[in-house]
């Protein structure tokens, strides 16, 4: 059974900056693609970024690019969302993703993806 367990939201100021964690277990992590999306209330799943099984590429939208950055550690079954500079309209619930295969590529699509974490809520005020 895959589980995905999210940490490491809040409340910051703009232009401020939060770091948010995935713990993945019951998966083969270093095999399969990492995807962060984000979700308002009333809203569609919106994909924030993406990094590939392998750590080697990632994907980003361009409502963040420049300030939000992917990563994955492995080795500790983890994966990171590392947000600077954050804007008011960044505020909601974020989710992490894993793909439902293996080796698969980077992508937007959230069907592309299995199994979900519970979203941590992120604030942002101005």
């Known amino acids: 059974q895959v589980q995905l367990v999210e940490s490491g939201g809040g409340s910051v100021q703009a232009g401020g900056s939060l770091r948010l964690s995935c713990a993945a277990s019951g998966r083969t992590f270093s095999s399969t693609t990492m995807g962060w999306f984000r979700q308002a209330p009333g809203k569609e799943r919106e994909f924030v970024t993406g990094?590939?099984?392998?750590?080697?590429?990632?994907l980003i939208a361009d409502s963040v690019k420049g300030r939000f950055t992917a990563s994955k550690a492995n080795a500790r079954n983890t994966a990171y969302l590392q947000m600077n500079n954050l804007k008011p309209e960044d505020t909601t619930i974020y989710y992490c993703a894993l793909q439902k295969l293996m080796y698969g590529s980077v992508s937007s699509n959230p069907s592309t993806y299995g199994y979900w974490g519970q979203g941590t809520q992120v604030s942002v005020s101005s």
């Open positions: 990094i590939q099984w392998n750590g080697i590429s990632t």
